[in-house]
Nanobody, 125 residues
Framework: QVQFVESGGGLVQPGGSLRLSCSAS????????IGWFRQAPGKERGGVSC????????VYADSVKGRFTISRDNAKNTVYLQMNNLKPEDTAVYYC??????????????????WGQGTQVTISP
């Protein structure tokens, strides 16, 4: 059974930083690209960043390039999202999921329909 557990969200001021974590299980980790997605109130869920399983290739949404960094620890089956210089428009529930791609590429499109509970990120003065 595919499972994701996201953590690390919180309330921070604009310009602040957060580090999100995603622990995953139930699939072949070594061949699976993982991504972060977010959903703000009243908006559709969209891709933020993804990372391939073997060579760490990454993709970022334009809105977060230069501010967010995705990484993964294959020994811990965990993916991280370091978020710096946060802006109010980053406020959303953040989720992780498997994405298209695999060992050497990834794509900001979800592969499957498995989601965790998400973690709330709120950016406010």
């Amino acid at each position: 059974q595919v499972q994701f557990v996201e953590s690390g969200g919180g309330l921070v001021q604009p310009g602040g930083s957060l580090r999100l974590s995603c622990s995953a299980s139930g699939f072949t980790w070594d061949y699976t690209a993982i991504g972060w997605f977010r959903q703000a109130p009243g908006k559709e869920r969209g891709g933020v960043s993804c990372i391939s399983s073997r060579d760490g290739s990454t993709v970022y949404a334009d809105s977060v390039k230069g501010r967010f960094t995705i990484s993964r620890d294959n020994a811990k089956n965990t993916v991280y999202l370091q978020m710096n210089n946060l802006k109010p428009e980053d406020t959303a529930v953040y989720y992780c999921a498997t994405t298209l791609g695999g060992s050497y590429s990834c794509d900001l499109r979800v592969n499957g329909d498995y989601w965790g509970q998400g973690t709330q990120v709120t950016i406010s003065p």
